[in-house]
């Protein structure tokens, strides 16, 4: 971590968020640098390679660091992406408050100016939303996905990326887990005809009929359109482009007309939309399309076809860590795949072809454990607490009692979702049952869906009403001889019509094994909420450097047609603040802006485009001011993505608009993570200015004045 002197003279809160910051800079894009975090007490140190898992090894026992490590926790909790885009824009936008504060402009005008132009920002990049909601439009799901192949995808707008970043140097063999009958087409970003994925049936036979040269397709897309007014026209504050300059697309996706003809974009197949997804870490996204089609497969036997829209359930999906094998045996498997003590080989070799009774319990498996809200008697003592031989007998008589209710129902299998007495474990196991602790709750719920059982929270509630029956145990796979397995295995446990399914993620180093589920899940969930938002905005960089051309504009506009002094802002504050808001908005703006300009930078330095981040910023002020330019920086954008050497986005990539790949990003995720971002940063700038100007600066001293900053 960078190591920073605090200057008392400045705010110390903000100089905390960007110390901090600083430390995950290299986790920006797609090629991320791995670190060491090393202990200096016991000197142990741990492989990490996010920001989450980066925060979590850090001393943040300070009030700023707890403020941050909260809101990227939350960030990760919610969408297991944008962590890294937080941060970055909290040390970004914390040196950009920090500046504004040393130029002297008021508090209350710095959070109502960068309030208000990130909320422009979020509506100005709407027109970079691509629809999605076609591609669930399927009728066979054995053909819904095809192999993510050799595409070669674009992962940032400024830079070519070859396909293998080397996230994971070896590819997953998941042919024994794909449909035999899958024969889509790996073109990159070419529509498969024969799937028919994401049109409808005359768009499909108009196709067949019509010549797909760039100008047909943008002439039958720009056609395909009707009037729609957006939801959000301008906020309390910023005044929006005239309406002129735009018009409505379906769904409200919307389309700029300026001096070059835009280009419209939608995502032609599912494969397209994982391969601009999974920013260039394949392996993972595979992983990801074997469990949904597999969902999807199980419904269809369930309840017929997947439902239209379809929905990617990451609820069903769960990671099951093998470290130790060969990378090559990660797969996905339906059911519930657990680790067990190599030491129970002999029980479930015995009930492996048996169909096994089940009891789910929801609690602790353990002699003293009580259900949450549970009170003993006040006026209850208990006699030789502390005689060995009491404690031992009262535990026999427990565990005695536990295994008369099992034999009682004939039960084989007991599945618990706290943790398991070792005592009963091994009791259990000579009666010829298995106790597995530990199980997710949503695993529960499942098994007790399929196989009839009730979840109770104590062995003793469990009756013939309670328990589920038809789930089997088996092996999870052979392991090669040469392997070394340690003391434990991987098991199976399945049972009919259960929808769940188990990512088993292998390999040889065990320090990565962390890093390898962390990523499987941001892929998936970043499938998840594109499939659920029915939307994605274009990648690599366009929808920041779209927020930084539109808050450039911002800065040239009279207050009239930007900010207004009104309820809610500045309305009820002095006078002297409303006149200087001509004054400093420009600068505010401007300081906001340079956080996107970094973002930007930043990432192209990290994908090694650039030489350094001073190279990378001068190549994003040329295609800047090209933009402005323009006098349409989002139609600047979207044409900038068909041309084959613009120096941006596509440089190198087909000229034809259906094959350019293109990079994805999910939406809510995204945005949520630029507002959590900005409000950490105005919350410690207006928390820290009340502490100091809170204390009066008529009761300082000289002196003791020079360690403060008057805001």
Wanted: net charge negative; with cysteine; hydrophobic share 35%.
């Amino acid at each position: 971590m960078a190591c920073r002197v605090m200057n008392k003279r400045r705010h110390v809160g903000l100089q905390q968020l960007s110390s901090f910051a600083e430390a995950g800079r290299t986790f920006l894009g797609p090629l991320k640098s791995c670190k060491f975090v090393i202990d200096e007490e016991c000197h142990e140190s741990v492989l990490i390679s996010s920001t989450v898992r980066l925060l979590e090894n850090l001393d943040l026992s300070s009030a700023v660091g707890q403020l941050l490590s909260e809101a990227v926790h939350a960030q990760n909790k919610m969408y297991r992406t944008g962590s890294s885009t937080l941060l970055f824009l909290v040390g970004a936008w914390s040196r950009a408050a920090e500046e504004c504060l040393h130029l002297g402009i008021p508090v209350s005008l710095i959070v109502s100016v960068m309030s208000e132009g990130l909320i422009s920002c979020i509506e100005e990049v709407s027109s970079l939303q691509v629809p999605v909601h076609c591609a669930s439009d399927h009728t066979d799901d054995t053909q819904m996905f095809s192999g993510l192949g050799s595409r070669s995808v674009s992962l940032c707008s400024f830079l070519p990326i070859p396909p293998d970043t080397g996230l994971i140097q070896k590819e997953n063999d998941l042919r024994d887990v794909a449909s035999p009958s899958v024969t889509i087409s790996s073109v990159p970003g070419r529509p498969v005809k024969s799937a028919n994925l994401y049109r409808t049936q005359p768009e499909v036979e108009a196709d067949e009929n019509t010549s797909q040269t760039p100008q047909t397709l943008r002439n039958r897309l720009c056609a395909d359109t009707r009037c729609r007014k957006p939801a959000l026209i301008h906020s309390r504050h910023f005044n929006r482009v005239d309406e002129n300059q735009r018009t409505s697309k379906p769904d409200g996706f919307l389309e700029y007309q300026g001096a070059a003809t835009p280009h419209t974009y939608r995502c032609k197949d599912l494969a397209e939309l994982e391969a601009g997804l999974s920013h260039g870490d394949r392996s993972s996204m595979e992983l990801v399309d074997a469990a949904a089609r597999l969902q999807c497969q199980n419904t269809d036997v369930q309840r017929g076809p997947c439902a239209v829209p379809w929905m990617f359930d990451i609820s069903g999906v769960f990671t099951c860590c093998l470290p130790g094998l060969p990378e090559t045996l990660s797969c996905v498997c339906p059911g519930y795949v657990t680790v067990v003590s190599t030491s129970r080989t002999a029980l479930i070799e015995e009930l492996q072809n048996q169909l096994l009774r089940v009891a789910l319990i929801e609690g602790d498996l353990t002699e003293n454990y009580r259900h949450l809200g549970f009170n003993r008697s006040a006026n209850v003592t208990t006699v030789l607490e502390s005689v060995k031989v009491h404690q031992a007998s009262s535990e026999e008589l427990w565990t005695d009692q536990v295994l008369q209710v099992l034999v009682k129902f004939n039960v084989n299998l007991v599945l618990v979702q706290g943790s398991v007495s070792e005592h009963i474990t091994e009791k259990c196991m000579h009666s010829k049952r298995l106790v597995i602790g530990s199980v997710n709750g949503s695993v529960m719920q499942a098994f007790a869906s399929a196989s009839g059982a009730q979840q109770v929270a104590y062995i003793t509630q469990v009756t013939e009403a309670c328990v589920g029956s038809g789930v089997s145990v088996a092996f999870w796979r052979c392991i090669p001889s040469d392997v070394d397995t340690v003391s434990s295995m991987a098991i199976t446990l399945k049972t009919e019509g259960m929808n769940l399914a188990t990512v088993v993620l292998t390999g040889p180093v065990t320090a990565q094994m962390q890093t390898k589920e962390d990523r499987f899940w941001t892929c998936a969930y970043r499938l998840h909420y594109a499939l659920k938002e029915q939307k994605v905005f274009l990648g690599g960089g366009a929808v920041e450097f779209l927020c930084l051309s539109h808050l450039q504009s911002l800065m040239g506009q009279p207050v009239n047609k930007g900010i207004q002094v009104c309820s809610g802002g500045l309305h009820n504050t002095s006078s002297w603040l409303a006149s200087s808001l001509a004054l400093y908005r420009p600068t505010v703006l401007k300081c906001l802006a340079s956080g996107w300009h970094k973002y930007l930078s930043a990432l192209m330095y990290n994908t090694a485009h650039s030489s350094s981040e001073f190279e990378a910023s001068t190549f994003i002020q040329h295609h800047l001011q090209s933009a402005t330019d323009s006098g349409s920086p989002s139609s600047y954008i979207l044409n900038e993505y068909s041309k084959l050497n613009s120096g941006i986005f596509n440089s190198g990539i087909s000229s034809k608009v259906e094959q350019i790949p293109r990079v994805y990003d999910v939406v809510t995720p995204k945005t949520e993570a630029w507002r959590r971002a900005l409000d950490l940063v105005l919350l410690v700038l207006q928390t820290d200015g009340e502490i100091i100007t809170g204390l009066g600066h008529t009761q300082l001293q000289s002196q003791e004045a020079q360690d403060f900053s008057l805001l």
